[in-house]
């Protein structure tokens, strides 16, 4: 039977006006799935929202985000779990409203830092960067203490497949993996490489059942990112595709998510900002059905 839980892993914080980040991860159970794709793809849609974003890649032996946005950083995120340099010193703006925080493996220092320095980053993070509103979490596709880590400490862990079957398989592992760490784990999906809304909707339905039965309980949906040659070309321009093709069917899809995320994160607050940014995601799901339609 499947347990009711919150979506949130801490869903406090969604109901009072601290001042601090609300930290979405972006995970998968196996490389090639798009994850690094997506993680700086609703980055970038946050950020359009008028949401200051960091987006910091975790992924300490292969990160790519610094590669996927064209940028040579000098420092990494390890300099910071190290206090080598502050955040403010070293992230490298990306939009008017995004930042990113590169990869180890960018400076060649790819040494993964302990669980506990992790802990202690995650937490120190949440504290002291209140200048920014979300940060968005790239990770390395690997079940360890660390991802638990990471995923535990997040307000909406998003673990993200594509349509092929090892995808699916591993994503399962994952989200075990998980459960298995921390019984009260929900966390959220999402469906990258849709070949189409009836593909994404039959996936998402087989995970359900399949996290349901198995697990006792099952992430929520968060969203599906259609298949798009423009992506694959905004990769090989590196520039994310919200960018360079804002109008692109993936670009719109991004934004639809990004929505959902900021819904989730900031549901209980009722300022003129967040109702303008809800209305304007709205609107994204009209232009969707055009497109579908």
Not at 76 to 89: G, P
Not at 111 to 134: C, D, N, Q, W
Not at 137 to 152: F, K, M, R, Y
Not at 268 to 279: A, D, F, M, V
Request: hydrophobic share 45%; glycine share 6%; aromatic share 6%.
């Amino acid at each position: 039977m499947r347990t009711s839980a919150p979506i949130l892993n801490h869903p406090d914080a969604a109901d009072m006006i601290t001042g601090k980040p609300f930290i979405v991860s972006i995970l998968s159970g196996k490389g090639g799935v798009g994850k690094s794709t997506v993680a700086l793809n609703l980055a970038c849609a946050l950020g359009h929202s008028e949401l200051r974003t960091l987006l910091i890649d975790l992924d300490w032996s292969l990160g790519s985000l610094h590669i996927l946005a064209n940028v040579a950083p000098e420092f990494s995120v390890n300099d910071v779990i190290r206090e080598k340099a502050f955040v403010k010193d070293v992230a490298i703006p990306l939009t008017a409203n995004v930042s990113l925080l590169a990869s180890a493996s960018a400076t060649g220092d790819s040494a993964a830092p302990e669980p506990i320095e992790l802990a202690r980053f995650m937490e120190t993070a949440r504290e002291t960067l209140s200048g920014y509103k979300v940060i968005v979490i790239d990770t390395p596709c690997e079940l360890s203490e660390s991802l638990g880590v990471i995923a535990h400490t997040s307000d909406l862990p998003i673990l993200v497949l594509n349509p092929e079957i090892t995808a699916i398989t591993a994503c399962y592992g994952m989200y075990k993996f998980l459960v298995t760490l921390n019984k009260t784990f929900t966390g959220a999906t999402l469906l990258n490489c849709a070949s189409s809304v009836s593909e994404a909707n039959d996936i998402a339905q087989r995970f359900e059942t399949m996290t349901s039965r198995f697990l006792g309980r099952t992430p929520i949906n968060i969203g599906s990112v259609p298949l798009d040659l423009l992506i694959k070309n905004s990769v090989a321009r590196q520039t994310p595709v919200v960018v360079r093709h804002p109008s692109a069917k993936s670009s719109v899809q991004f934004n639809v998510i990004a929505g959902r995320i900021i819904n989730l994160l900031f549901k209980n607050h009722t300022s003129p900002r967040l109702n303008e940014i809800e209305t304007r995601n709205s609107n994204y799901e009209t232009l969707q059905a055009d497109i579908k339609g």
